[in-house]
């Protein structure tokens, strides 16, 4: 019976999602978003009768789609690209992140929630969805412009502190308390882990793999690739380290083998099936009613993604010295919360630390915020022209003088300007 009830749960759950991919694709909208909305048809608390009948296994499977997603996340993260962009990345990522939390943190006390509420309020609002940003971006086909090399960069250093805020928010749930002594601690050990694992893996891996995949078979090639995503898991688990922080690793080890582009290709529908499966799991954890209840909040939450991620990210990158319109192309992409967020936020809810109404309002704002992420890229330009219009031209002529600026300052040529400025000071000396 047990067995029946999952093939019947896993058949209604495949059905929807396919029906709603098909839709959501002719709407020319997201279909994670699609994903969700069919999770929330489905789900226990719409009426008249939950379609769904052993929730837990699905929430199991779901849980091999945070692998998988995490994993995918981890085969695009790339230590080559990151070096290209890495100034501009991280210093529009460390300023997004610092002014979310912040922001999240402070809206949650405002309603008068309690303070680790508010601290993972703050930590749900300071990722941007790498899966939802990227699919939009494809879709609109702008995959080969120069501010969506900015905005992956980004991401992927968004990824990288995601992992460190969900040890640090462990460390906090199981603590009760905020400790600066333990948060270096906890990031010294992280990066201690992150890194010994890296170097080591990317000396073993890569070998493994070749010689895989030097029999020429794509099934064997798979599982083997399998066996490391599981096994490296199940490593990290013992370690007492999140599951996600494990894929993610193995998946960047394995981005440095040769064969990165055909294990992507195997491992693709793998992750789009359980991927599926995720987030309309997470469509089937919504709650309607807490919807309505906490409505303002819902409102006052999506507000400030938007409008707190456009400014931070646009700020943090014309600062970096890029123009104001690339500035606010990378903004306007970055808009949003996504399958981080829910991490982070189902991590509350397994550490039993956080307040029942807090994922539904995870789960609404992520839902309103993927739906208006094309129309903010599309809106973009227009926008940047208009405020370049409005713009006194002295202000304009700042703003270029502090981008040529920081190009001459800029760390990927600073080496070969500092050398100069050395050589024509001891040319002056000596004159």
């Given at each position: 019976m047990h067995a029946l009830r999952f093939i019947q749960d896993l058949a209604v759950i495949m059905l929807i999602a396919?029906?709603?991919?098909v839709l959501f694709y002719r709407l020319k909208q997201p279909v994670v978003l699609g994903y969700i909305i069919a999770g929330v048809i489905i789900g226990p608390s719409t009426p008249p009768f939950s379609f769904i009948h052993d929730q837990e296994t699905i929430n199991t499977l779901a849980q091999l789609g945070v692998v998988f997603l995490?994993?995918?996340?981890?085969?695009?993260f790339s230590l080559r690209s990151l070096s290209k962009v890495g100034f501009v990345a991280t210093f529009t990522a460390l300023a997004e992140i610092i002014l979310m939390m912040w922001?999240?943190?402070?809206?949650?006390?405002?309603?008068?929630?309690?303070t680790i509420d508010s601290i993972f309020l703050g930590a749900i609002l300071a990722i941007s969805s790498t899966t939802i940003i990227v699919k939009a971006l494809q879709e609109l086909g702008f995959k080969n412009e120069e501010f969506v090399k900015l905005i992956y960069g980004v991401l992927i250093v968004e990824d990288v502190l995601a992992i460190a805020i969900i040890g640090i928010l462990s460390s906090i749930a199981i603590s009760g308390s905020v400790n600066v002594t333990d948060v270096i601690f906890t990031l010294g050990e992280l990066l201690i882990f992150i890194v010994v694992t890296l170097v080591v893996g990317i000396l073993i891996i890569p070998k493994v793999i070749s010689y895989v995949n030097n029999f020429k078979n794509d099934e064997m090639l798979l599982i083997t690739v399998l066996a490391l995503c599981f096994g490296f898991c199940l490593f990290v688990i013992q370690l007492e380290y999140s599951i996600a922080l494990g894929a993610f690793i193995i998946g960047a080890i394995i981005a440095e083998t040769k064969q990165l582009k055909?294990?992507?290709?195997l491992v693709e529908p793998l992750r789009d099936m359980f991927s599926a499966i995720f987030f309309v799991s997470v469509g089937l954890l919504l709650n309607p009613n807490i919807v309505v209840k906490y409505i303002i909040p819902i409102l006052v939450i999506t507000f400030a993604v938007v409008i707190g991620k456009i400014v931070s990210c646009s700020l943090g990158t014309l600062l970096s010295g890029r123009d104001g319109k690339t500035s606010l192309r990378v903004g306007m992409g970055l808009a949003q919360i996504g399958e981080f967020s829910f991490i982070i936020a189902s991590l509350g809810l397994s550490l039993k630390v956080t307040s029942d109404f807090l994922f539904p309002i995870a789960v609404a704002v992520s839902v309103i915020t993927t739906?208006?992420?094309?129309y903010l890229i599309r809106f973009s330009d227009p926008l940047a022209d208009c405020i370049a219009k409005?713009?006194?031209?002295g202000v304009s002529n700042v703003f270029n003088l502090y981008s040529n600026w920081m190009q001459l300052i800029h760390p990927e040529t600073r080496g070969q300007r500092i050398r100069k400025v050395?050589?024509?000071g001891f040319f002056h000396i000596w004159y």
């Open positions: 396919g029906f709603i991919s995490m994993f995918s996340l981890g085969l695009e922001l999240g943190y402070e809206i949650g006390q405002f309603f008068g929630w309690r055909h294990i992507a290709r739906f208006l992420t094309p409005l713009l006194p031209p050395v050589r024509l």
